[in-house]
């Protein structure tokens, strides 16, 4: 358990739909970090959050978007789904924005 | 732009083998490297890591790896594996020049043979 707390674990929508995936880091971790893992595609790197600020930013669609939260929770947010969007999201966080990454287990999104 | 190349996409051996992983990276600065690994159906989980001092690097479960500077090399080794070492594995470098921002390998599928 590496202390990174992700929810749902499982999300299954329908193309054009709308979901939020939840992410919740290891205690006293001030970063947070998105991925998308894809049998095609592989480990993409979405967006990194550092104290409630965006940091930088990967392969993000436009139609995807995140925040970072005053308790440093974070949020990805997902619309106009579609079948491609199908993938595992995980989260990451980091004490710091140069230490290791912990990672959570993951969301599985299945879009319909 | 920075990149990390690892060269074997898919490595098959059977138990006791000895394993060895490459990784390449692009960056001749100062560099934090990183190896993770993904068992199947499970989230990456940290393996070994190199900021500074002792170029060779010992992780969890018997894996070591080896920075060469000169060949901008991380390379991942086992003595003798194991079928539970079944797993993707991935090579992860960050730099100052990148904002530490983690450049990943695309990943090595191993598979052991019982």
């Known amino acids: 358990d590496s202390g990174v707390t992700q929810t749902p674990k499982h999300l299954i929508t329908a193309t054009g739909q709308r979901v939020t995936l939840r992410c919740s880091p290891r205690s006293g971790d001030l970063s947070v970090y998105w991925y998308q893992q894809s049998l095609d595609q592989g480990l993409q790197f979405l967006i990194q959050y550092y104290n409630g600020e965006e940091r930088a930013k990967g392969n993000i669609l436009e139609r995807f978007s995140a925040q970072q939260f005053p308790d440093l929770h974070s949020e990805l947010n997902l619309s106009s789904l579609e079948l491609g969007d199908s993938a595992l999201y995980f989260c990451?966080?980091?004490?710091?924005?140069?230490?290791?990454?912990?990672f959570g287990p993951g969301t599985r999104l299945t879009v319909l | 732009a920075q990149s990390v190349s690892q060269h074997n996409h898919h490595v098959i051996l059977s138990e006791a083998a000895s394993l060895e992983l490459g990784c390449n990276y692009s960056?001749?600065?100062?560099?934090?490297l990183f190896w993770y690994v993904q068992y199947p159906g499970q989230h990456l989980q940290l393996l070994l890591k190199y900021f500074s001092g002792d170029p060779l690097v010992k992780g969890i479960k018997g894996f070591e790896a080896e920075f060469i500077k000169s060949k901008f090399s991380f390379n991942l080794r086992k003595p003798s594996v194991q079928w539970s070492d079944t797993a993707e594995y991935f090579c992860a470098v960050a730099s100052p020049d990148s904002n530490y921002q983690l450049i990943w390998g695309a990943g090595t599928k191993l598979i052991i043979k019982p």
């Open positions: 990451a966080s980091s004490e710091n924005f140069y230490n290791e990454q912990f």
């Open positions: 960056y001749g600065g100062t560099v934090n």
